[in-house]
């Protein structure tokens, strides 16, 4: 369905960070989607960092690429795991990105000679990026989610561009405020005063919310809506409830139960058409709550724990991938994170490996917990543990093979050990050039590159394909050198990018699934389409499981 004009639909929070504005800004656009409109997603963060991609992930969670190579932060990935959609650059920017874009402007003299301010000319930047958005998708809605909470310093500059947008198309324009009511365990009431204060503080930006999605942990009841209602200038259907919930698939239902999409459609005074989210009920809400078979997956990495909390933010995009693929096959996941560190110091020994269904080893940079995951991947290959390598877990399980199998006892990455005679992974030329100056935002091999299949491999079997176009994020690559030598010995390898050269999957045959990826299939695997490979590999895990109970 076309509608003539794009409407805009903003996402700010209040009271609190980590509320879940991605969630509730996915599942909005779910709802509209599923009314037949045609429904984009932005996100803006506060930060200066240019883009993601020099974050590390306990500070700010996983990194999502997308196919045009940026990196960005994971509510795109919810946007696209949501929406069934491949988004862009033109999806994401920065506070970082948006003054850079007017600082080269100004140097290139493009505002003639005037003062340059942060009001309006960055406000100015962020609704030029948001309307070029809009003309390219020929979106009916685009939802903009702006990161940080009301009131902070760092996001109000963002705030005005909502502001000057809905002065000038006041008819296109809508605001929802997500907030949070706290339920102090000494009060044991739910309470809206910090909800109150946030909107006056919206209020003061210039903003009336025309929505409040209230996050707690119990239902909102009908005094508390009423209070919300009177005190923030909301009506109170518009004020809706947004408790706790175990699976977030389930918050666009939520939403729905309380009428929002059909609220937001009669203010823009459009026609609600049908609705039709059956599928997503039936396959994401119904299977995860009846199955009581519930499938042991053991994720070995780093990036857990911060101070004494642990963060699965940092994997999200796998975690999700991997549920998809369970849910599939009518199976919940039991996830165990195990931490690379603990194996490598010994305090956790390989032997609790044999208790798991499979094994996965993500992404991830640098020398900590790396010598435990390649004793690892040592046991698993060994044990016949089905195992899925992805990115730096496929590099980890070549340098295993190479030093146990092909005996090349100091292989290693040149990114740990520069010095190594046996550098199995290795910088490309262009890559070496970019770390000697000290190049490091935005230079990895990014986004889509394609891969050939070679036939009859698990790789091709999977994705029943001759030719796939992944998502990559890394700056080393297999080393041909050794292609050699390590197919002879028995690693096959069943992807490669034929233009470059790249070797892309590796598997083994002697092994009831044993994949390594250069690629990031996470970033591709949606919740009613798994991704083949995440598919196989929880078959190869069910498998296991099944025999080993018998
Ligand atoms: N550290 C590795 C590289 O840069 C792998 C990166 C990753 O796992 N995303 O090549």
């Not at 929070?13 to 779910?30: N, W």
């Not at 698939?249 to 049908?274: E, S």
């Not at 390598?389 to 292989?411: P, S, T």
Request: hydrophobic share 35%.
């Amino acid at each position: 369905m076309k509608n003539k004009k794009t409407k805009f639909i903003f996402v700010m929070g209040g009271v609190l960070s980590g509320l879940g504005k991605g969630i509730a800004t996915s599942s909005i656009a779910k709802l509209l989607q599923s009314r037949g409109f045609k429904v984009t997603a932005m996100k803006i963060d506060p930060y200066i960092n240019v883009d993601a991609g020099t974050m590390n992930p306990t500070e700010h969670g996983e990194v999502f690429v997308t196919k045009d190579g940026l990196e960005t932060d994971q509510d795109i990935g919810n946007y696209e795991r949501f929406l069934d959609l491949e988004l862009d650059a033109d999806n994401y920017m920065t506070q970082g990105s948006v003054w850079q874009t007017v600082i080269n402007k100004e140097r290139n003299l493009e505002y003639g000679g005037k003062c340059v301010e942060p009001v309006p000319h960055i406000p100015d930047e962020v609704i030029r990026r948001i309307k070029k958005l809009a003309n390219k998708s020929k979106a009916d809605f685009v939802m903009i989610e702006i990161g940080g909470t009301v009131g902070e310093y760092q996001n109000f500059i963002f705030l005005e561009a909502a502001r000057m947008m809905k002065l000038k198309m006041p008819n296109q324009v809508m605001s929802i405020m997500v907030s949070y009511l706290p339920i102090p365990s000494k009060i044991g009431e739910m309470k809206t005063k910090p909800t109150q204060t946030a909107v006056k503080t919206l209020n003061s930006a210039g903003i009336q919310p025309d929505f409040i999605l209230a996050r707690s942990e119990k239902v909102l009841d009908h005094k508390r809506k009423e209070k919300i209602s009177t005190f923030c200038n909301v009506a109170i259907e518009d004020v809706i409830s947004s408790p706790d919930v175990d699976n977030i698939y389930q918050v666009p239902i939520v939403y729905r139960q309380q009428n929002l999409d059909k609220r937001i459609l009669l203010k823009f005074k459009m026609k609600a058409n049908n609705r039709d989210l059956q599928d997503w009920q039936k396959k994401l809400l119904e299977i995860p709550k009846k199955t009581r078979k519930k499938v042991k997956i053991g994720l070995v990495g780093k990036y857990f724990s911060t101070g004494s909390f642990t963060l699965s933010d940092s994997y999200i995009s796998v975690i999700e991938s991997l549920k998809f693929a369970a849910w599939y096959h009518k199976f919940n996941i039991e996830f165990v994170w195990i931490d690379s560190e603990s194996i490598e110091k010994g305090k956790t020994d390989l032997k609790v490996l044999n208790d798991f269904a499979g094994i996965v080893v993500p992404g991830g940079f640098g020398s900590r917990g790396v010598e435990g995951i390649i004793q690892a991947i040592e046991f698993i290959r060994k044990s016949k543990i089905p195992y899925f390598g992805l990115c730096y877990g496929m590099q980890l399980a070549c340098i295993e093979f190479a030093r146990n199998v092909l005996k090349l006892k100091d292989a290693n990455t040149t990114e740990i050990d520069k010095q190594t005679t046996n550098p199995i992974i290795d910088l490309m030329s262009e890559q070496k050039q970019n770390i000697k100056d000290a190049r490091y935002g935005g230079t990895m091999r990014l986004g889509d590159y394609s891969c050939q299949l070679v036939p009859k491999t698990i790789a091709a079997q999977a994705y029943n394909s001759t030719s796939v176009v992944e998502r990559h994020r890394h700056r080393y690559e297999f080393n041909n050198k050794y292609l050699n030598k390590i197919t002879k010995a028995g690693l096959i390898v069943s992807g490669i990018n034929k233009k470059r050269n790249l070797v892309e999957i590796v598997e083994l045959t002697d092994h009831p699934f044993f994949v390594g990826v250069q690629f990031h299939p996470e970033f591709k695997s949606r919740p009613l389409r798994p991704h083949p490979l995440f598919l196989q590999f929880i078959s190869a895990a069910i498998k296991r499981q099944e025999y080993k109970n018998k």
